[in-house]
């Protein structure tokens, strides 16, 4: 009997052992898991709901959405990407919609629709799952012929450390997927308000956010400024979490705010600046940022705009700048940006380098996205790769006992 020892029960732990069982249902499988409770973060992921996968619509360039493993990720997506993904689940029981920001989720809007699926199967399968047992160490699975570590992210380390002894190159894991702390009274009395397309940037950096952007009591959130912290990861955490933040408050860019500015002076010469917004903005933003840009002024007619606050509104609106004083967790998703080095790992077939037969899928590896269902697919299509990787060296290598 051919025996798998898959270390960790999450999401791409079982995905990889339930594919392990229907690509050669005569392996022995079993999923070692150090806690009481397996599929743990994928219950609560999505605030609940579990967002799966993404259409990927739009996404132009994976880099976008994966500021780690992006190029390992283009590679493995030709073997399962995200279309097999949502195929796989719908063949499986598990209708899934899309929703119009091209967010997948399964169609009863409840997380436990895709773990009832994964325990189903493992029952189905003959899948064996052990838990409250922590593995870390290779001695204590001797008697195993393949192995594959689907231990998650380890936000201080301490979970990467017997892989580093074992050779593996370990990035340094910092938090990815966070929101911002911005001590600024009078912005933060604007909680609740919603920018439906506003650019959250790192000012002397390319690192940008794009969309829905947040007010919140202690700073700011939504996708915008989740999707910067991610690219913004190690940066930020290098810097204490201390850094200038500008926004531009429309996906217009800077010249065009000007156009749109200079249009509104002469086609609405008479209607007062500050209540008066030709930018689609909450009214309550548009009225703090040209006090923000022109003090009293802000109370100014249209006609009455000068060149000097015509440049101050400009900036303000397409270069407004905050000063981040720390992180807060967001609760619907958070991650690891690092892990075992993808330098550690063959790229086509996710075998350690450095030990023959193990194998790794998921977020111990220096692989994560953005919010929208990204690291759930990293997380399937890297499981799904070890599957058939473990199969394939099983067939070629002819191992039998
Ligand atoms: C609150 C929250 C919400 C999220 N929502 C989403 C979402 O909606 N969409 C999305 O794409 N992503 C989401 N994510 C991210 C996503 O959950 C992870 O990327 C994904 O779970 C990674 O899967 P994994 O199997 O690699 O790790 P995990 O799901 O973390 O599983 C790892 C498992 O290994 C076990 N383990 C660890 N060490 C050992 C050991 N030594 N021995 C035995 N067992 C061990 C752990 O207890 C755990 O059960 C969310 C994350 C959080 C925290």
Redesign the pocket.
């Known amino acids: 009997m051919i025996r798998t020892a898959v270390?960790?029960?999450?999401?791409?732990?079982f995905f990889l052992a339930v594919n392990l069982k229907e690509m050669m249902p005569e392996m022995e499988v079993t999923i070692?898991?150090?806690?009481s409770k397996?599929l743990?973060?994928?219950e609560?992921?999505?605030g609940g709901r579990?967002?799966?996968t993404n259409s990927f619509a739009e996404v132009r360039d994976l880099q976008q959405v994966y500021p780690r493993g992006h190029r390992l990720l283009k590679r493995l997506f030709k073997g399962f990407d995200h279309q097999d993904a949502y195929a796989w689940f719908e063949q499986h029981g598990v209708p899934l919609v899309t929703q119009d920001d091209e967010c997948v989720f399964p169609k009863a809007q409840d997380s436990h629709a895709i773990i009832d699926c994964f325990l189903r199967l493992a029952v189905q399968y003959h899948v064996n799952i052990e838990k409250n047992?922590?593995?870390?160490a290779l001695s204590q699975l001797e008697d195993y012929d393949y192995i594959a570590v689907?231990?998650?992210?380890s936000p201080r380390g301490e979970?990467l450390r017997w892989l580093e002894t074992m050779g593996h190159e370990v990035v340094s894991p910092v938090p990815s997927l966070f929101t911002f702390t911005i001590n600024e009274p009078q912005l933060t009395s604007l909680m609740g308000l919603v920018v439906e397309d506003a650019v959250a940037h790192i000012p002397g950096t390319k690192l940008q956010g794009e969309g829905p952007l947040l007010i919140t009591h202690w700073g700011m959130s939504g996708p915008a400024i989740l999707k910067l912290s991610s690219q913004a990861a190690r940066l930020l955490a290098e810097a204490g979490y201390q850094m200038p933040l500008s926004i531009r408050w429309t996906p217009l860019k800077e010249s065009e705010v000007q156009e749109v500015l200079q249009e509104t002076a002469i086609r609405e010469p008479q209607k007062l600046l500050g209540t008066f917004s030709p930018i689609a903005l909450p009214q309550r933003l548009w009225a703090y940022l040209t006090e923000k840009a022109l003090g009293a002024r802000s109370k100014i007619r249209w006609m009455e705009l000068n060149k000097k606050d015509m440049n101050r509104l400009v900036n303000t609106l397409a270069n407004d700048i905050y000063q981040i004083a720390g992180r807060s967790v967001f609760?619907?998703?958070?991650?690891t940006c690092g892990g075992v080095a993808l330098s550690s790992v063959n790229p086509a077939t996710l075998e350690s380098r450095a030990v023959p037969h193990l194998y790794f899928a998921?977020?111990?590896l220096d692989i994560d996205g953005v919010t929208g269902?990204?690291?759930?697919?990293a997380?399937w299509t890297t499981a799904y790769t070890v599957a058939k990787s473990i199969v394939t060296t099983n067939c070629r290598q002819g191992v039998t006992k």
């Not at 270390?7 to 732990?13: E, N, S, W």
């Not at 689907?150 to 992210?153: E, F």
């Open positions: 270390i960790g029960g999450g999401a791409a732990g070692f898991e150090r806690s397996v743990a973060k994928v609560v992921s999505g579990c967002n799966c047992h922590k593995i870390d689907t231990t998650g992210g979970g609760k619907d998703e958070f991650v998921g977020e111990v269902g990204f690291n759930f697919q997380a």
